[in-house]
């Protein structure tokens, strides 16, 4: 897999049948490495091992509806209280970010109302705020880090 913009991590991986696994955290279970996977895979352990969130206030691969429309979102981290506190969107290295990156991470909020969005490609990462009042998103030179 490419080299990524984020430090290195000792991931665990097989192989089966001609395919190679990743060991996800969160799940707890080896999942099929693709390139997006690999991003959100180098996300979650920053966010562990370089912010200081936990473990078990994340979350993968949920449904929520979106304009009426079933969508997946990548990761979330949530806040002790419950509420969604991150919401992440990951793309694959060879996807660019655009506008339409940051819109998809819009709609998903408008349902889950975090405080922060990220979008990563691996590569470049954005990190915004939610400004609730003003209602618009303050771009970040990183994500803060956990406060218990």
């Not at 981290?77 to 509420?83: N, Q």
């Not at 990220?118 to 998103?137: A, F, M, P, R, S």
Request: glycine share 2%; hydrophobic share 40%; with cysteine.
């Amino acid at each position: 897999m490419q080299a990524l913009n984020f430090p290195a991590f000792p991931f665990r991986f097989k192989n089966s049948e001609n395919k190679t696994y990743i060991f996800d955290v969160i799940r707890k279970k080896f999942v099929q490495l693709q390139a997006e996977e690999w991003v959100r895979q180098h996300l979650i352990w920053y966010l562990i091992h370089h912010k200081n969130y936990p473990l078990s206030l994340m979350n993968v691969e949920k449904k929520l509806q979106v304009n009426g429309l079933l969508k997946r979102y990548d990761l979330v981290v949530f806040k002790k209280t419950g509420d969604i506190h991150i919401l992440a969107e990951c793309k694959a290295p060879t996807v660019k970010i655009t506008q339409d990156s940051f819109d998809q991470t819009a709609r998903y909020n408008k349902v889950l109302n975090s405080n922060y969005l990220i979008v990563t490609n691996g590569l470049d990462h954005y990190y915004c705020q939610q400004l609730l009042e003003e209602e618009k998103y303050r771009f970040l030179k990183s994500i803060p880090e956990y406060i218990p």
